[in-house]
């Protein structure tokens, strides 16, 4: 989500309707900047956007990315501590939003309440059983995700990551997995981990195709900077006739290492159009790969 841009800042609106108008598919976002967010107060629009959806909600969280202000956190109200990073601050909030997800009470009830409570301290309500379990972490470093997996949050790893090896973005990605899962294993939660890739990938199956993406250029990684100091890695598109798609798919590390697939769609081109390259991956690519 980004602040500032003309588009959606706030998601919870969004994802409670696209839960109350669905049934089956996992919602989810890609991911919050919690540089911008009070913890507590997200964690009542999580529950209830969950609860709407029926406990599907798979919600992304990360420290954002470039933004379209220059410290636009601080028109929020918020401000890092003495000694922290803007990145430290969005990590405060994550941890103090999981803490607040777990469900258990902390806050001292009044003695002369509106409402009956219940007995003991009070959590945030609502609360949403199993959602502590469906917060995803999207990491840009190993050392952000080896953090994530300490805390029991999924893991995001998008198309751009910091480059901390000079490696084709793929194989950093796969390592960064690797670490993840181990700091994982070393925790010693009792569930399973979910971590996810995201990929630009079009099928060229129709002229459209081809017009938009087979010419597109970005058949390699890209080198650049987010800011003064972070050199970052900016990940290929994949754009082919299927037969060629499915051989350059079969060869990239991260998608192999990973147990979901976020595909980027070009939302300006249309509900339509995006139908469309998502029904020719279904279609051409994924039975190939094995994907379902």
Not at 116 to 139: A, C, F, K, T
Not at 209 to 217: I, K, L, P, Q
Not at 228 to 240: D, K, L
Not at 282 to 288: G, I, K, M, R, S
């Amino acid at each position: 989500m980004h602040h500032f841009a003309r588009q959606l800042g706030s998601p919870f609106p969004l994802l409670a309707a696209v839960g109350a108008r669905t049934k089956r598919i996992e919602i989810g976002t890609a991911v919050i900047d919690m540089r911008y967010e009070n913890p507590m107060y997200m964690a009542e629009d999580a529950g209830a956007a969950d609860i709407i959806a029926t406990g599907r909600l798979q919600l992304g969280i990360s420290r954002g990315s470039p933004e379209q202000v220059i410290d636009g956190w601080r028109y929020f109200g918020y401000a890092p501590k003495d000694g922290e990073t803007p990145g430290d601050m969005a990590r405060r909030h994550a941890e103090v939003f999981l803490e607040a997800l777990n469900g258990r009470g902390f806050a001292q009830p009044n003695p002369r309440p509106m409402f009956p409570n219940p007995p003991g301290l009070l959590r945030v309500e609502p609360h949403s059983e199993g959602l502590r379990d469906r917060i995803w972490w999207g990491s840009s470093s190993n050392a952000t995700a080896q953090w994530a997996a300490k805390l029991g949050m999924n893991l995001q790893s998008s198309t751009l990551k910091d480059d901390e090896t000079g490696e084709p973005l793929h194989v950093q990605q796969r390592k960064q997995i690797e670490a993840y899962r181990e700091a994982w294993k070393e925790s010693g939660h009792q569930r399973e981990p979910r971590v996810s890739v995201s990929r630009s990938i079009f099928a060229l199956v129709d002229d459209r195709d081809r017009a938009y993406f087979g010419r597109s250029g970005r058949d390699q990684d890209q080198i650049g900077y987010i800011d003064a100091n972070t050199r970052a890695i900016f990940g290929r598109s994949y754009a082919a006739e299927p037969d060629e798609l499915i051989k350059e798919l079969a060869q990239d590390e991260a998608i192999a290492a990973a147990d979901t697939l976020l595909l980027t769609v070009p939302n300006q081109l249309g509900v339509d159009y995006n139908a469309h390259v998502i029904k020719s991956i279904l279609e051409f690519v994924a039975p190939e790969l094995g994907w379902r």
